[in-house]
């Protein structure tokens, strides 16, 4: 097999394929038989801040009738949660000899500097932080919008040493502007995008309902468009892809973009964790063919800054495809 190192949040990863945070990757048993199938690196199941909160106004809920010690049961419940979170970072540590990367998902910075020097102490290799500030407040600006990112970034980046990942939304204005201004607060690695879970209505039920949780290969359009784009503009960052790699054409297609890393998840769900083998020698097979001998080689051959017309990322391609339709 050829050589398919990567370098993805200053780790050695032995493949580009990452095991994406999700329900799969809080079990110890898929982590091992992860690394086995090749695996570059296991990213856990995301602690999540809204779960904690729900969690802990249930318990406090529970205890009502006792006031006096509702605080006490409020933070027990907390630290109970990130304690089992703790102990599943160093199981999975012990467990394999891949790169393990802790996953935090923030909606507000309070607590979480602390819980990210946890996460260092408790071996983690890296920290991925998926940020999910509500959006659609009317009361709020783009720009105390993206504040609330900068405060989380900056009190977590004050607290560990480990490298972090942002995993950033698809519904930003001007997505390399924002990505470049985390940049200059030391931040190099991104993940995109984050897949999140779209509601539609049931018709005959009269109610909502969420739509399949699982990507479909089409899914790649776009994070392939910005990362491209993004990888173009900023060569020196490190970016993984997720969201919609099922299969080496499109894991291909994003090393081509300029990808570093590629988050797998829905493909493991449909077809079990040996995919990581199937699509690692498939990749292998494509360079070979192509004469080449490492990743390096042909990443980002075809991102923004290395294409003869870079305006076909752009979006009046649209017009140009459409308007070709008779």
């Known amino acids: 097999m050829k050589n398919l190192k990567t370098n993805y949040m200053g780790l050695e990863l032995k493949s580009p394929l990452i095991l994406s945070s999700s329900g799969l990757s809080k079990k110890t048993n898929n982590i091992i038989t992860a690394e086995e199938n090749g695996a570059g690196a296991i990213v856990l199941k995301s602690l999540f801040e809204e779960q904690i909160n729900y969690m802990s106004e249930a318990a406090l809920f529970n205890s009502i009738d006792y006031p006096e010690a509702a605080d006490y049961i409020k933070n027990y419940s907390r630290h109970n949660s990130l304690n089992e979170y703790l102990d599943l970072i160093k199981t999975s540590v012990k467990a394999v000899k891949i790169p393990v990367i802790a996953s935090i998902n923030c909606i507000s910075d309070t607590e979480w500097e602390g819980f990210a020097a946890e996460i260092e102490k408790a071996g983690a290799h890296g920290l991925e932080l998926n940020m999910n500030v509500f959006h659609y407040d009317y009361e709020l600006s783009s720009a105390q919008i993206e504040q609330k990112y900068f405060d989380i970034i900056e009190k977590v980046q004050a607290s560990t040493k480990l490298p972090i990942a942002i995993k950033m939304g698809k519904t930003f204005t001007?997505?390399?502007?924002?990505?470049?201004?985390?940049?200059?607060?030391?931040?190099?690695n991104f993940v995109l995008f984050n897949r999140f879970y779209e509601?539609?209505?049931?018709?005959?039920k009269m109610e909502m309902t969420n739509s399949s949780a699982l990507s479909y290969e089409i899914d790649i359009k776009q994070s392939l468009r910005s990362i491209a784009i993004v990888k173009g503009m900023m060569p020196d960052l490190e970016i993984a892809a997720s969201t919609g790699i099922h299969n080496a054409d499109g894991a291909i297609q994003l090393l081509l973009a300029g990808a570093t890393g590629l988050q797998l998840c829905s493909v493991l769900y449909k077809k079990g964790l040996k995919e990581f083998k199937t699509i690692n020698e498939d990749i292998s097979k494509w360079m070979e063919k192509n004469d080449y001998t490492s990743i390096d080689e042909f990443r980002a051959k075809l991102s923004y800054a290395n294409i003869k017309d870079p305006s076909i990322y752009e979006r009046f391609q649209f017009i140009k495809q459409v308007t070709a339709i008779e």
């Open 199 to 204: 509601p539609i209505i049931n018709i005959d």
């Open 174 to 188: 001007n997505l390399p502007n924002f990505i470049k201004q985390i940049k200059f607060r030391g931040i190099k």
